[in-house]
């Protein structure tokens, strides 16, 4: 089998999920209108929506899934470094996300507590990079204690909680960091690029006007009492909720450091080199190349293409602008 190349990856976007959008997925990526309820193209997938395998994993053009091309060859995807630390793991999940409608309020756990409890092999931290403005709610004002928050989720008291969580107006290019436990809601309207750890583990504390059924579902299984101990209740002053929120640079580094345990994005606006590694690279607009030692892929506004280790190292040219979703460091 020959080693893995550079991939342009077609959208995939699972379909009927609980909240709608789509159409700024297809308006970014040149793509016939979608769905009105695919609001997530899942790029680069190892993981599956939770309980639908494999709906959500990337399937290869030679009908393999990733998830299965990495066990076969985990070295030529994802070099000797990342495996000798993680396995044949690839330790990161690239979503684009159309907030068609304000996404429910909600958190998610921590490896610790998804090991423990839901035997995840992650838990969630992710980041957002911001494509169109908007508003998020991102983290807990005040002190919460466990009997008060049990009661707003089980009265769905959505507006209470939105008033207790802190409103943020974010622009385009934006960044957002949201660490495991932390309470989030992405306002309509907005769409983004996510990076996060490789799960599907969500506990929603509001589900009402949403195509689901949150008190059987919204608790991974354990109920609420115990879910929500993977909340956090304590309240950050609003520098707090703003430090996890900055300008993406022109070039290098888009996220707050604290991010780097779980994940790597960077954001490329002239020209760029990258050492060998798996990553995903999202074409934000303009026209770039992407070269490696397997030759040159042109990268459009909404172009996702999926890198393996042995391309080796890869550059950026071109007049554009690039974001790089890479694993932690090995």
């Known amino acids: 089998m020959n080693p893995p190349e550079p991939i342009v990856l077609p959208s995939n976007q699972p379909r009927d999920r609980f909240y709608q959008g789509g159409s700024r997925i297809s ?36 009908g393999r899934l990733l998830v299965e091309a990495l066990e076969a060859a985990p070295i030529e995807w994802l070099g000797p470094e990342h495996v000798e630390r993680f396995g044949a793991d690839a330790k990161l999940l690239v979503k ?39 508003t998020v709610f991102l983290g807990l004002k005040e002190d919460v204690d466990d009997a008060r928050l049990l009661a707003l989720v089980e009265g769905q008291h959505a507006s209470e ?3 207790l969580m802190h409103e943020i107006d974010v622009r385009i290019n934006d960044t957002v960091y949201v660490p495991p436990g932390v309470l989030h809601a992405i306002g309509e309207g907005i769409l983004l690029a996510e990076v996060q750890e490789p799960e599907d583990l969500s506990i929603l504390l509001e589900w009402e006007g949403y195509d689901l059924d949150g008190a059987r579902d919204g608790h991974l299984g354990l109920g609420f009492e115990l879910a929500l101990n993977a909340v956090e209740t304590r309240g950050r002053s609003r520098d707090e909720a703003l430090a996890l929120v900055r300008a993406a640079a022109d070039d290098g580094p888009a996220l707050v450091p604290e991010a780097d345990r779980y994940f790597r994005l960077d954001r490329v606006s002239t020209e760029g080199d990258f050492p060998a590694g798996l990553a995903v690279v999202i074409g934000l607009d303009g026209e770039l190349s992407l070269g490696t030692a397997n ?34 460091l090995a």
């Open 96 to 134: 684009l996300l159309d907030a068609g409608q304000r996404l429910p309020i909600h958190a998610h756990p921590d490896g610790e507590f998804a090991a423990r409890h839901v035997g995840a092999r992650h838990g969630k931290a992710e980041a957002w990079y911001i494509l169109s403005p908007g």
């Open 295 to 328: 030759g040159a892929v042109p990268l459009r506004r909404g172009t996702t293409v999926l890198v393996p280790y042995s391309a080796g190292g890869m550059r950026l040219t071109g007049a554009g602008t690039a974001l790089v979703a890479r694993p932690p």
């Open 161 to 163: 909680l939105l008033a």
């Open 27 to 62: 308006d970014f990526r040149s793509e016939p209108p979608s769905d009105p309820r695919t609001p997530e193209d899942w790029v680069g997938s190892t993981t599956s929506v939770r309980g639908a395998a494999p709906v959500g994993m990337t399937r290869l053009p030679d």
